[in-house]
């Protein structure tokens, strides 16, 4: 390693390409160590192809994300707090539904509210 300090008084690190491939296998390695401690853990989850295909195709995600968790519109409304025509409503596109509703229905669905808009 080498250091070099430029004109303007910034120090920069010189690697041999070993060293820096080195440093960024270390990097990749612990990015995919906190990856599975999470999946292990809970907080984050694998999604299914058939599921990330349908968000990408445009299928209501409100859908999509029921269908996975394998509840009824009826079962997520009653989760939510909200009335299954509304939920019906929200997943055929008449509605947007309001935030606070579409945080209720993130809840349910145990997924982040971005994941419905």
């Keep these: 390693m080498q250091t070099i300090t430029t004109p303007a008084g910034e120090t920069l690190v010189v690697l041999s390409l070993p060293e820096y491939e080195q440093l960024i296998d270390q990097a990749d390695i612990a990015r995919a ?5 999470n999946l292990a853990s809970g907080r984050e989850e694998r999604v299914p192809a058939e ?7 445009g299928e209501n995600p409100v859908r999509v ?11 997520l409304a009653e989760a939510a707090g909200l009335s299954a025509p509304y939920i019906s409503e929200i997943e055929s596109g008449k509605k ?5 509703a579409m945080k209720s229905i993130a809840e349910a669905l145990m997924v982040d509210l971005d994941d419905l808009v």
């Design 33 to 37: 160590d906190r990856i599975a401690a």
């Design 96 to 100: 947007e539904g309001s935030l606070s």
């Design 65 to 75: 994300w029921r269908n996975h968790r394998g509840i009824t519109a009826r079962q």
């Design 51 to 57: 599921v990330v295909q349908a968000l990408i195709s």
